[in-house]
């Protein structure tokens, strides 16, 4: 079982730079992976980038080159930094962590992103 609580979402011109944070309820050293997800209205939700317990990523094609994923061990936090938005990139954003089964994968709430001039 984990919670997590999604912040730092927001409204930014095309070009612009924000970096969304994640805080789990438990030490992400016992997580297996942890990710973020987005949706935008009529879409589904695709891949954004995930980090795994021992460190590596990956990255959905989109946004490659453009956003990092990082984490902070110390205060169970994972974070997406955002750079070069392009109106494109306006959804809802998921964190994700997985514990190692289907049935242990538990979702944030989400926070919105909105790319706009």
């Known amino acids: 079982q984990v919670q997590l609580v999604e912040s730092g979402g927001g409204l930014v011109q095309p070009g612009g730079s924000l970096r969304l944070s994640c805080a789990a309820s438990r030490s992400i050293f016992s997580i297996r992976f942890m990710g973020w997800y987005r949706q935008a209205p009529g879409k589904e939700r695709e891949l954004v980038a995930t980090?795994?317990?021992?460190?590596?990523?990956n990255y959905g094609d989109s946004v490659k080159g453009r956003f990092t994923i990082s984490r902070d061990i110390v205060r169970n936090t994972i974070y997406l930094q955002m750079s070069s938005l392009k109106p494109e990139d306006t959804a809802v954003y998921y964190c994700?962590?997985?514990?190692?089964?289907?049935?242990?994968?538990?979702w944030g709430q989400g926070t919105q992103v909105t790319v706009s001039s």
């Open positions: 980090i795994f317990v021992g460190g590596s990523r």
């Open positions: 994700k962590a997985g514990l190692g089964s289907e049935r242990d994968e538990y």
